[in-house]
């Protein structure tokens, strides 16, 4: 059981690691200045080292664990509910945030990294800065089994969607300049608020 903690532990941060690696200014930098055709090709680049890369997790989750909850019908039904709603929500925050560009096919057809970009404020980046985190993490979290192995994991998902926000707020606020910052005075980063879902 150690032994599957300790390598839940070094493959999330490994991930964790690389991927952070990967959207540094730094690395962009470089591969903008040594690497033709770079803005075309980044982001599908990153997307499918993503998911490339997220391929041992199964297989990972599937070494001994222990159950530490199991919640009973009818009760898990409504986990059950909810984590449909929020994969038909993720779904929707995708297709509200341009998909063409956020997959890195737009890319491909001419627009560079930041020029394909566009700051989205309407639909679900109304009452919340950062959809795509919010309702991962709620399909995450309402799973109606939890063991031990689905705890870290899922622990260590909210953490790096928690550092990514953060990161991610200093990207947008470079690349939109005033609009974005004072959508981050109108708009909650991770979690709506009551007054906000009332407007």
Do not use: C
């Amino acid at each position: 059981m150690t032994q599957t903690i300790l390598l839940l532990l070094l493959y999330l941060l490994l991930y964790a690691g690389l991927h952070s690696l990967l959207a540094a200014r730094a690395v962009k930098a470089w591969g903008r200045a040594h690497l033709p055709g770079f803005d075309r090709w980044y982001r599908l680049f990153y997307n499918a080292v993503a998911g490339i890369t997220l391929l041992p997790l199964p297989w990972l989750l599937g070494l001994p664990d222990r159950i530490l909850y199991a919640v009973p019908a009818p009760w898990s039904w409504l986990l059950w509910a909810g984590q449909g709603l929020s994969a038909v929500a993720l779904l929707l925050a995708v297709l509200q945030a341009n998909p063409a560009y956020f997959v890195g096919l737009a890319q491909l057809a001419g627009d560079g990294e930041e020029r394909g970009d566009r700051l989205v404020v309407g639909g679900l980046y109304r009452y919340v800065r950062h959809p795509l985190y919010l309702f991962s993490l709620l399909f995450l979290w309402l799973s109606p089994v939890m063991t031990l192995n689905r705890l870290v994991v899922y622990g260590l998902v909210t953490l790096y969607f928690y550092v990514g926000s953060l990161h991610e707020e200093r990207r947008l606020a470079q690349t939109f300049g005033q609009p974005y910052r004072a959508y981050q005075q109108k708009v909650p980063r991770l979690w709506p608020s009551l007054r906000r879902l009332n407007d």
